[in-house]
Each structure stands twice: as C-alpha cells, then as structure tokens.
C-alpha cells in the first residue's frame, strides 16, 4: 500500500527468506534475535548503525525484491540473547 502510494520501504528482519516470499520491496537481514531487529534496547549505535544500512539499502536498490544480509554483529552470544 506504501508503495503504490508512491512510499518506498525497507524491511529490517532476521528472516529474509519470508520476506522474499512474502514479497518485501526492498530487505535488510539481520542476525539478531526476534524482537530485536534494530539492536538491544538503550544501543544507541548499533541502532543508528541499522537505520543507517536499511537507508543506504534504500537508496541504492534499483530494483523491487532486493535483499542484502546487513553485515552487523550482535555484541552478545545468541544463547545468552535466547535468555
């Protein structure tokens, strides 16, 4: 509906698969924890640092579908971030 309104939109998620599927215009993979996709709550930078890709990804997708693996760590092991 964004779109066709003339909106364009990332999509930040750590399942991309679905998204592609789902047909997401333009998708940011994250590995991080469900729930968490822009970063741990009061990490200010790597928040800003997620926000920052999802934009260049915006800017710089040609074409509707477009996927890329954002190349950012999550500063904990996933088990503890399971917990």
Do not use: C, N
Request: charged share 25%; no cysteine.
């Amino acid at each position: 509906m964004f779109e066709a309104a003339g909106f364009s939109t990332v999509m930040v998620t750590s399942m991309p698969y679905w998204a592609e599927k789902l047909g997401a215009p333009r998708t940011g993979g994250v590995e991080f924890p469900y729930g968490h996709m822009l970063g741990m709550p009061g990490d200010r930078e790597t928040q800003m640092t997620v926000i920052r890709a999802a934009l260049s990804l915006l800017e710089e997708a040609t074409e509707p579908g477009t996927i890329r693996e954002l190349d950012i760590e999550w500063p904990q092991p996933f088990d503890e971030a399971k917990k």
